[in-house]
DNA sequence: TCGTGTGAAGAACTTCACAGCT
DNA sequence: AGCTGTGAAGTTCTTCACACGA
């Protein structure tokens, strides 16, 4: 069956919401609280759950557990990646030190750059920089799964496809433009002023709204 | 007229393209280019346009200076915004250095977090990072149109409720949380966990098919 | 009675296809 | 001839509404 993509995004959601209910030790919830919590519908809700299977009971709503755990085999957290960053600027920095990534999965095993004045330094607690000469070497005694681009856009294709050629499964891409990919690579595009920029047409639409009507 | 929210999106993603192609001296470009350089349909293209206007000549495609400046006006680039930033860890010290803010038309003005240990030291070059106590009485010397939170996912409404008091304009969410905001706030939410995870489910979804076809 | 699971209806978004300008 | 602009068609995603189980 074919999964909305918006539906997994949610997914992903529901999960971190469900992290933090068990912390707050609540056992049940209802499709309705659910969403009301993240602001979805509860049908929406009820319906992405669907996909997957039968994980409510009627009259009762969803066990907290069982749920968290369902989902989480569903996206794959309990497996784990092994992870490369390349670009040790301050995003590539930033995402090493990103411990969300290790609860969901990603083991960041190295991190490449191709300026020589980076290199050795560490980049957060554990890593040190390595010159982006040593990834193929790095990468025959670390199986590598997923790539993380942070480099300039003028480079990211040329980097994409040094990480193709290392057999990885997928990308996280953060540079402003579409790489071109084999159909068997996972990408999920980033580009942080995107987001900016959309609320600043938000903003200025409402002004321009307001000032007209 | 109604604009669709991925069109937005888009727009911020023709803005960059466009920015590109100047600086390639390249002064002209149709749709069906210009669609095949972001792997988007070049009948997207033109209907993503058309909400604004007509901004092509037939038979010859778009003026690259007079798109990228008229895609400008529409998503407010030409405006600034005065921004500060909440949560002087990795990310938000990220935020700080990302000079596509500032290109973006975000003029980042403070930045602040409730750790005493981090305050006065630098997160750029220039910017001291001070106590969000402080936030009040900088945001009547400073008037700060959007607020960026970078603090963990339980004290983001908080900090939310206090920003919304300063009368900003809107807010850019990276707490893995749904903020409940008056309708005037604008809010783009950004959970960088929510891509990682996306990414695991569609590798583990396609080992899952093959293993099975 | 309460809340899930789900076909069916509805809304939103994308793509087609072609008239019409250059 | 080439390419835009746009109604109309098509597709995808969301919401409704209700049967059914706890």
């Given at each position: 069956m074919k999964i909305p993509k918006p539906t997994i995004r949610r997914l992903a959601i529901y999960y971190r919401c469900l992290e933090k209910l068990l912390h707050e030790s609540q056992m049940n919830i209802s499709s309705k609280e659910f969403g009301d919590r993240l602001g979805i519908k509860a049908s929406q809700v009820r319906?992405?759950?669907?996909?997957?299977?039968?994980?409510?009971?009627?009259?009762?709503?969803?066990?907290?557990?069982k749920l968290?755990?369902?989902?989480?085999?569903?996206?794959?957290i309990k497996k784990t990646w092994n992870v490369v960053?390349?670009?040790?600027?301050?995003l590539g920095k930033a995402i090493c030190n990103f411990e969300a990534l290790e609860e969901s999965g990603f083991i960041i095993k190295g991190v490449f750059d191709r300026d020589r004045n980076k290199i050795e330094k560490r980049a957060n607690n554990k890593l040190p920089i390595k010159h982006i000469d040593e990834l193929n070497d790095f990468a025959n005694n670390?199986?590598?799964?997923?790539?993380?681009?942070?480099?300039?856009?003028?480079?990211?294709?040329?980097?994409?496809?040094?990480?193709?050629?290392?057999?990885?499964?997928?990308?996280?891409?953060?540079?402003?433009?579409?790489l071109k990919l084999p159909d068997n690579i996972k990408i999920e595009d980033l580009d942080i002023s995107v987001f900016f920029r959309s609320l600043s047409f938000q903003i200025s639409m409402e002004q321009r709204s307001l000032r007209k009507g």
């Open positions: 319906k992405d759950l669907s996909y997957f299977g039968e994980f409510g009971k009627r009259g009762v709503g969803y066990n907290t557990v968290l755990d369902s989902i989480g085999e569903i996206l794959g960053i390349v670009g040790a600027g301050n670390n199986k590598i799964d997923v790539g993380v681009i942070t480099v300039p856009a003028e480079s990211a294709q040329e980097i994409a496809n040094k990480l193709v050629n290392l057999k990885i499964k997928g990308i996280i891409n953060f540079a402003p433009i579409k």
